[in-house]
C-alpha cells in the first residue's frame, strides 16, 4: 500500500486551502531564550535570523515560563516520580501532584472542585460530552473558542438544540433565551471569558441576571459555562479574571495553565458532583495519559506564586505596561478595542496593510500575528499584541516606535 493517490488529494485540499488564503504560515522555530538583561525584557532566536525577537505574541501573560521558582518544581517532580505517568489516571495514572494541582487550582478560582486536562482544549470538549443530552440545548457566543464549537460537533448536539448570539449582544442572548424548543430541559449558555483576539470581556454579571430567573422554567435548570482560558491570572483585581471584573460567578468555569500560567494543561472547575461526572464520562479526561508530573508541579507554583505578593507585583506590573501600549497606540492615532486585557488588538482593517505591517515589525525584531481576510470578515482585519509581564518599559516604546515608523 502507498500514500500516493491519498497524498495527491491531500496537497490539492492544502492548496485550496492556500488559494482561500486559509492556509497557516509556515512555522517559524525558536532556537535560543536570552533571558532579561539591561533594562529589555526577554528574547528569541529564530532559526534562519541573527535577530533577536522580542514577542508580543504570547499568552505566557504573567512571564512564568522561565521562572527558577518553576523550573526547580518541575525538576523535582521529574526527579521524584520520572517524566511519564505510564497509564490514564483510572489505571494508577494519578500521581500526588495530579491530585494537589486539582486542590490547589478549585481553592484559587473559588470553585468546589477541579479536573485538570492535558489541555483547556480537552477541557472544553471534556465539558460537552460530559453535559449534553437529548434534552440539552446550547446557546454560545458567535465568537466563542474553536473548541466550544467543536466540542458541539463532537458531542453530536443537533442543529435544532443549539443557538448562537451575536458577540456580547445580551438583546440577541435574551432572544435566544425566549425561543428555546420546547421539551428541552437542561440549557447551557457557554461563552469565553476574555475573547481570545479581541480581549474584550463577556459581560457575566449581564448573562447571570438574565439565566437566573429563567432557572425555574427548566427541569434541570439554565447553567453558564465560561471559559476564561485568557481571563485566569491575567484579568481582574487579583487575577481571578472574568468572574472577579465582572463581580458574577459562572456555574462552571473552564481555564489552562498553558497562558497567564506559563506552563501547560487545562482544567474544569465546577461543583463536586459536576467533577465527578467529568471523571466518568469524559472521553478526553478518561482516554489519555495526564499532564506530566513536571508540567502539574510547575503549575502548582505558578498559582502559588499568581496567588501571592509577587504575583500582584507581576500583575501590577502587566497593567501598567498594557496602559502604556494602549495609551501609546492612541497617541499614534491607531484603533484598538478598549479595555484592560494585556490582549491588545490594532484594527488595520485592511490585508495587504496587515500583512505589510506583520513583516515590517519582524524586519524590527518583533513577533505579533496578523488576522487577514477570510480568517476574518474583510475590514476587521488585525494586528493582535499580547502584553506580557516581563516587558520593559523601554520594549513597549520599543513597539511603538516600530510602529510609527510604518508609512505604507
Ligand atoms: C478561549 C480559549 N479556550 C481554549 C484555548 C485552548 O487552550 P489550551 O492551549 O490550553 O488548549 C484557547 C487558546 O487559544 C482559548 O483562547
Redesign the pocket.
Known amino acids: 500500500m502507498s500514500l500516493e493517490k491519498l497524498n495527491r488529494s491531500l496537497v490539492q485540499e492544502v492548496e485550496a486551502l492556500k488559494a482561500e488564503g486559509r492556509a497557516k504560515a509556515p512555522e517559524r522555530i525558536i532556537v535560543g531564550y536570552l533571558p532579561p538583561r539591561n533594562g529589555r525584557g526577554p528574547r528569541y532566536q529564530l532559526r534562519g535570523s541573527n535577530l533577536e525577537f522580542l514577542r508580543m505574541n504570547s499568552?505566557s501573560y504573567l512571564s512564568l515560563s522561565n521562572h527558577p521558582e518553576l523550573i526547580k518544581a518541575a525538576d523535582e517532580a521529574t526527579h521524584r516520580f520520572g517524566v511519564g505517568p505510564g497509564a490514564v489516571r483510572f489505571i494508577d495514572g494519578t500521581f500526588s501532584y495530579h491530585a494537589e494541582l486539582e486542590e490547589r487550582i478549585a481553592r484559587f478560582v473559588n470553585k468546589p472542585a477541579a479536573k485538570i486536562f492535558n489541555?483547556?482544549?480537552?477541557?472544553?470538549l471534556a465539558v460537552a460530552l460530559t453535559i449534553n443530552n437529548a434534552g440539552t440545548y446550547w446557546i454560545g457566543d458567535e465568537l466563542?473558542?474553536n473548541?466550544?464549537i467543536r466540542a458541539m460537533r463532537i458531542s453530536n448536539v443537533p442543529r435544532e438544540n443549539r443557538a448562537i448570539y451575536k458577540h456580547n449582544n445580551m438583546e440577541e442572548l435574551k432572544n435566544c433565551l425566549n425561543n428555546i424548543p420546547p421539551g428541552m430541559e437542561r440549557i447551557v449558555v457557554i461563552f469565553?471569558?476574555?475573547?481570545?483576539m479581541r480581549g474584550d470581556c463577556a459581560p457575566l454579571n449581564e448573562i447571570v441576571k438574565l439565566t437566573e430567573p429563567l432557572t425555574e422554567r427548566f427541569k434541570e435548570g439554565v447553567i453558564t459555562v465560561v471559559?476564561d482560558?485568557?481571563g485566569i491570572g491575567a484579568y481582574g483585581d487579583s487575577g481571578r479574571g472574568t468572574e472577579e471584573f465582572t463581580g458574577a460567578k459562572a456555574d462552571v468555569l473552564?481555564g489552562?495553565?498553558?497562558?497567564a500560567f506559563g506552563v501547560?494543561?487545562?482544567f474544569i472547575a465546577g461543583s463536586e458532583e459536576l467533577i465527578e461526572a467529568v471523571r466518568q464520562k469524559a472521553d478526553t479526561y478518561i482516554y489519555t495519559n495526564p499532564l506530566s508530573v513536571a508540567d502539574c508541579a510547575a503549575a502548582i507554583k505558578a498559582i502559588e506564586i499568581a496567588g501571592g505578593a509577587e504575583g500582584r507585583e507581576r500583575l501590577r506590573h502587566l497593567k501598567a505596561r498594557t496602559g502604556q501600549f494602549r495609551n501609546g497606540l492612541a497617541a499614534l492615532g491607531r484603533e484598538s478595542i478598549p479595555g484592560p486585557h494585556p490582549v491588545v488588538p490594532l484594527l488595520v482593517r485592511d490585508t495587504a496593510r496587515t500583512r505589510q505591517l506583520v513583516q515590517h515589525l519582524f524586519q524590527k525584531g518583533i513577533l505579533v500575528i496578523g488576522l487577514t481576510f477570510p480568517v476574518v470578515p474583510r475590514g476587521d482585519e488585525t494586528i493582535r499584541f499580547q502584553i506580557n509581564a516581563a516587558h520593559t518599559e523601554s520594549d513597549i516604546d520599543e513597539v511603538l516606535e516600530a510602529l510609527s515608523g510604518f508609512k505604507a
Do not use: E, L, P, W
Open positions: 499568552n489541555s483547556a482544549y480537552t477541557a472544553n466563542n473558542h473548541c466550544i469565553d471569558g476574555i475573547f481570545s471559559d482560558s485568557h473552564v489552562t495553565f498553558g497562558k501547560n494543561g487545562g
